[in-house]
């Protein structure tokens, strides 16, 4: 069973994600963990002024998180009535980030999504400080939503990698999952002014090529010196419906991540874009 943990805000954007997630899965036998972190929301009211008070915002704020699951649960069910789909509900007085990864470790979850940007939706960002945060600090695979992005059928994925390093088997199996489910082209991209000559190299995409085997997928290879040109050039001109990227060192995605924020490199993906983590972690 699929397992997928879905943080919410109450947002259009977080219901936005949680429609795609239902529309991408859809296919599959899934348990979905709706989450509601609110430790900040908590904190951020200036109107606290001793514990018995903070004691009973962390009660009010609980209840009213646990109703507004409960309708969200009622709501996504309208939209997607799919038996094999079931929902969990969590409210928890905590940080988003921890929260996320108390459950990803207790349930050995396959995957986040999540929007892009939450409630504060500010236009001029790309991603969200939460987003940026899970991102960087969860250990689980991440697929982000565009804003008002509907879904439609995944046909291309663009995966750019150097082939410097051997990803995880676990996370590999995701992708190549997805794209049998829909018949999906993966389109691995290496971006260099040299062709891939080192054993290094040529082992890991060996190992790509292993792992894909039962699917479709395309070698391809990019001289462009700016490797975010590149990745927007490719996702135009290959009708690519995913953007696939890696965090982990010697990735392209940790050279961006490594900037203040993703913004200013430049990273806006209009498609919905799947991080993988990289790191290790027991199948049960």
Do not use: W
Not at 34 to 51: G, K, R, W
Not at 96 to 120: F, P, Q, S, W, Y
Not at 227 to 244: E, P, Q, R, T, Y
Request: aromatic share 12%.
């Amino acid at each position: 069973m699929r397992k997928i943990v879905v943080p919410t805000d109450f947002s259009e954007n977080a219901f936005n994600a949680l429609k795609y997630a239902v529309e991408l899965f859809k296919y599959e036998k899934c348990e979905i963990f709706l989450l509601h972190a609110f430790a900040d929301e908590v904190y951020n009211d200036m109107s606290i002024i001793n514990q018995a008070l903070l004691d009973d915002l962390k009660d009010s704020v609980q209840v009213n998180s646990e109703k507004e699951i409960a309708q969200i649960i009622l709501d996504i069910r309208e939209y997607s009535p799919n038996p094999h789909h079931h929902f969990k509900s969590i409210s928890e007085f905590g940080s988003l980030v921890d929260e996320i990864n108390e459950v990803v470790n207790k349930e050995n979850a396959d995957i986040i999504v999540m929007g892009t940007r939450g409630k504060t939706n500010y236009q001029h960002i790309t991603f969200g400080s939460n987003t940026l945060q899970v991102i960087k600090y969860v250990h689980c695979p991440v697929l982000s939503i565009p804003e008002n992005y509907k879904f439609k059928t995944p046909k291309n994925f663009l995966f750019p990698t150097n082939y410097m390093i051997p990803y995880q088997k676990r996370e590999l199996k995701l992708v190549a999952e997805l794209s049998r489910s829909y018949q999906a082209t993966i389109n691995l991209l290496y971006i260099s002014e040299f062709p891939v000559e080192s054993f290094r190299q040529k082992d890991n995409q060996l190992l790509l090529k292993e792992q894909f085997y039962e699917t479709g997928f395309k070698f391809h290879r990019e001289e462009e010196p700016d490797k975010i040109k590149a990745i927007n050039k490719n996702i135009g001109s290959l009708n690519i419906d995913l953007l696939i990227m890696v965090n982990s060192r010697y990735t392209y995605l940790e050279t961006i991540l490594s900037g203040s924020t993703i913004d200013i490199i430049g990273l806006q993906p209009k498609i919905p874009f799947l991080i993988l983590q990289n790191f290790y972690r027991e199948i049960t």
